[in-house]
Every structure is written in C-alpha cells, then in structure tokens.
C-alpha cells in the first residue's frame, strides 16, 4: 500500500479540524467505493489508501504521533483491518451512520429503551352522535408496564445482567470478506443484557396483557375517517421507554333517514300525485325535530327543496350545511275500481288538453318520433 502523506490522501490541509478531516473522507471514500467502481483495482487501492489515512488521522492520539514520527509511529496500527475494534467496519459506520440510519459503528451500544406501539380502536357511531358529540366508553386491550418488576422484566430482587456475547453491545461483527459486518445479537437479541430469573407475572417481558377502559370525548361534526389521538394511551414502552398513543377511528353508521356529504344532510321524501300537482305542506324530519316544507304546484318528482342550517356543524369550525330535502311522486297502488274510473276520467281530459298538462311527455315522444323518421 502507498505510503504517501496521509493530509495529501484526504486532501486536507495539517491543520485542518475534525469535521473538515470526517468530510474530505466521506467525499474520497464515496469517490473510490467498490461498488462504484467494480473490477477496478486501482480505485480498491486508492479506497484502502482513503481508509488508513482517515483511521489515523480521525484519531486523537495516532494523530498526535503521525504529526511528531510519521508513518513510522503508526506502523501496524494504521493499516486497513488492523484489529478487531479498528476495522473499516467501524470507520464507514461512524462516517456514513447519519446519513443511512446509523450503523454503530466503533462498538456502540444500541438503546434498549423503546417507545411502544401506537394502537388503533374503531368506534362506530350513529349519525345523532357524530352530529351532536358524544363521551363513550371503550375497552382496549393492550400491552402494560408489569408493576411487580416495574417493567425490568426480572424476578424482583435481581436484575438483568450484561449480554457475555456482544458484552452489552447488543451486536456483534461478522468478518464477510472485504467488509466486517454487524448483525443483531442472536443472545440478546440487541437488548444488551439477559434475564437469568424473569418475573413470574410477565415472564422476563416486562410488559403485560391487559383490558383498560377509557373514556373518550367525541366532538361535535365529526365523520368517517377522522381520528381521536389518545397521548400515552398506547403499548408500554421497555425499559422505562414511553407509551405509545391509541389513535380511535370514527366510523359513521348509514342512517335509515338521512345520507351525509360532508357538512350537508340529505333525505327523500315521497309525496302524492295530488301534493306534487296541487301543492301543499310536508312535515319534514330533521336531526332537530320536524319542520314544515312547502310544496309549491306542478312540482316535479326529484325537485330538491334546501332547509339552510339544518345539516351538520362541522368539527374544525365555519358554517352549518343545510338539509336537502329531495320529493319523490309516489304512484298510487291497490287502486279500487271507482278509483280507477276517475283516473280514466282525468286522463281523458288530461288528453284534451293539447299536451299543455304533460309537456315533457309530449316533448320525448315528439323526439322519439324525429330520431325515427330520420333515421328513414
């Protein structure tokens, strides 16, 4: 390997700082990777090169004395995988951690403690309660701190004790080829530590299955697909990590009566012949009571009459929708004779009328008529 000056291969000045040193390295190193430059032995060189120099120089003390001796006080220490702690493992996990989520390199210890899941509870409600609010009560199972261990997980009176494989690392390095690699500790499974007497109450867990009861407040107008954030309310955490949130998703049962559309209500209304001709007044249902609608005459099946303020008040604030009431002609049905007699009657004289009464059926058959003759 080159034993050119170790400030020439990182391309740094002999005062440079830490940082600029850390950043001259993550740029070569970055530059000459195997990855980037398969089958090219000259870049390998130059990577093993980039390597050594930054393994002394992103030391304190090797510094110090490759300042005073050069090469020859690093000798054997400075190389590319010169010891179990000292590999290109550790220098690439250090350097490039932050940017792919932290290797731990240089035989960190991994954090134990760990924040607890979120959870999730679907609250049906009906529409009166979506619309006015409501506190319901709701039962979550859910994982609890043990409190005979107090969430250690050991038999009260003992505690955990240090993983003898990775030594409280939680992981340990595999030497595969050309890289030192770090895997998840098989012992402790990265917690760093094992429990030789577990609690009874939780088995060396540190957590327990159990049913809480909360109370939730609904808050007026909400609507399917909105959520409720309970803080804290979530999984425990282990090893004194916090508690996750339970997040409560509403979901807003159809209604026999009325269809909601966001902040507006809508309901059908079936209304005789009679009322749709002559006109007249409906009572109408609304989620405040009953209101009087006026049907004006001649109105037509499908017509949309609009009750302002009747609808919902929405959750995060601005106006109240309105109600949309939609009339349907409903067509009379187990008719009596006489009853049909009369209706042979009106038609007859509803024929006499030279289609004035029926405008729009006269209008479609008339069309009917011409797409036919053109058609020939």
């Not at 530590?193 to 609690?199: A, E, F, L, T, Y």
């Not at 059926?361 to 011409?370: A, E, I, L, M, N």
């Amino acid at each position: 390997m080159s034993k050119r000056d170790y400030y020439e291969v990182l391309g740094v000045s002999r005062d440079a700082s830490d940082r600029d040193i850390k950043k001259a390295f993550r740029r070569m190193a970055m530059k000459y990777h195997p990855d980037r430059n398969p089958d090219d032995k000259e870049a390998e060189d130059n990577f093993k090169e980039v390597n050594e120099a930054y393994e002394v120089l992103s030391d304190a003390q090797k510094k110090a004395a490759y300042d005073q001796y050069g090469h020859d006080a690093v000798n054997g220490q400075g190389g590319f995988g010169g010891g179990a702690d000292g590999g290109f493992g550790d220098i690439f996990g250090d350097v490039f951690g932050d940017i792919f989520g932290g290797g731990g390199g240089g035989g960190r210890r991994r954090s134990s403690v760990q924040r607890g899941a979120d959870l999730r509870y679907n609250l049906d409600l009906t529409l009166e309660e979506a619309v006015r609010g409501i506190e319901k009560s709701i039962k979550v199972p859910t994982l609890v701190g043990c409190e005979t261990c107090d969430g250690s997980g050991a038999k009260p009176g003992t505690q955990p004790k240090v993983c003898g494989t990775c030594g409280g690392a939680g992981q340990v390095r595999m030497q595969q080829g050309f890289f030192s690699v770090q895997q998840t500790c098989p012992t402790c499974r990265g917690e760093g530590k094992v429990i030789s007497d577990p609690c009874g109450d939780c088995h060396g867990r540190g957590r327990k299955e159990k049913t809480k009861t909360l109370s939730v407040k609904i808050p007026a107008g909400v609507d399917t697909g909105d959520r409720i954030r309970l803080g804290g309310e979530g999984e425990a955490g282990t090893n004194g990590g916090p508690a996750g949130d339970l997040y409560v998703q509403v979901n807003v049962v159809d209604h026999p009566i009325f269809e909601r559309d966001g902040k507006h209500l809508y309901c059908e209304v079936p209304i005789s012949f009679v009322d749709a001709a002559l006109g007249g007044e409906l009572e109408v249902p609304t989620l405040d009571g009953r209101v009087k609608l006026k049907v004006p005459a001649e109105t037509q099946t499908g017509k949309l009459f609009r009750l302002r303020g009747k609808g919902v008040a929405p959750v995060r604030g601005g106006s109240t929708g309105d109600l949309l009431v939609r009339v349907v002609v409903e067509t009379p049905v187990k008719l009596s004779s006489r009853q049909k007699d009369l209706l042979r009657d009106f038609q007859s004289e509803m024929d006499q009328g030279n289609h004035k009464h029926s405008p729009k059926k006269h209008g479609f058959f008339d069309s009917v008529k011409k797409f036919f003759e053109d058609m020939t």
